[in-house]
């Protein structure tokens, strides 16, 4: 099994190869040769901080998966959300750590196609932060006041409805009504965490991920982007969209992470 851990910070190499997993290196920090990076001959590194993680998922695409055909299992983490075994409780420091993270597939992965994290229910979001986030989106859709907070009201109200609007108009036909409805739900399998059984299944989802993300990026590079959660609104369409596309094309399995940012460690 090979899981990419994902990070912006370059102190933590030693420790993701001691955890035995494969570190790659993203954003404007300088990584050395031994980092995986996602500068190559084919690459939208330059596009990180409106992409985030799928600058990587990017280069991986052109430049790795459809030369090399890898038929084991395939995923990724960060240096904040590791796999984990099951049953292991939250980490309290590195040891445990270490001891808890997943480093072979589990047996009971045995006939499923994608690991996919522990949903995330999104629940009733507190009525001073709506207010605060959006206001303008509360006062269009009043009832997200009185009511539990979905996908799609979570998303308008963080980052905007427009982009979810549009975004939504730009998929596949066949794929517009069944997301528009996964977004009405209440919990998905979030931080853009999967582990595929091997690299056709990946490939597959890179196909139609980044058509969509390009297809949006046309429309969307005439707005301003401003604000994380708008800059990253790439990253975050792909958060909602990829559970659902796993779900609806392949036999997944919920499985559980932790959190442990490993940064803070080397910034003491």
Known sequence: MKIFCLSIYNENYELFKKFGLDPVGLGSQNFDNK??????????????????????????????????????WIGFCTYRRFWIKKNFLEPKNID??????????????????VILVEPLVINKVKNIKLIKRNLIEVLKKPSVLFSKTSLRDQFNIFHGSYYLKEAIKLLKENDRSPFSDFLDGYSYNAFNM???KNSSILNKFYEEIFQWLFKCEEIFQKEELKGYDKIRIYGFLAERYMPYWFKKNFKTLAWPIAFFDTHKLFSR
């Not at 190559?40 to 280069?59: A, C, P, Q, R, V």
């Open 35 to 72: 980092w995986l990076k996602d500068k190559g001959l084919n690459n939208i590194s330059d596009k990180n901080k409106n992409f985030g993680e799928y600058t990587f998922h990017y280069y991986l695409w052109k430049n790795k998966i459809n030369k090399e055909i890898y038929n084991d």
């Open 96 to 113: 445990n750590l270490e001891e808890a993270i997943i480093r072979k597939p589990d047996s009971s992965w045995e006939g499923y196609d």
């Open 194 to 196: 999967f582990i595929c």
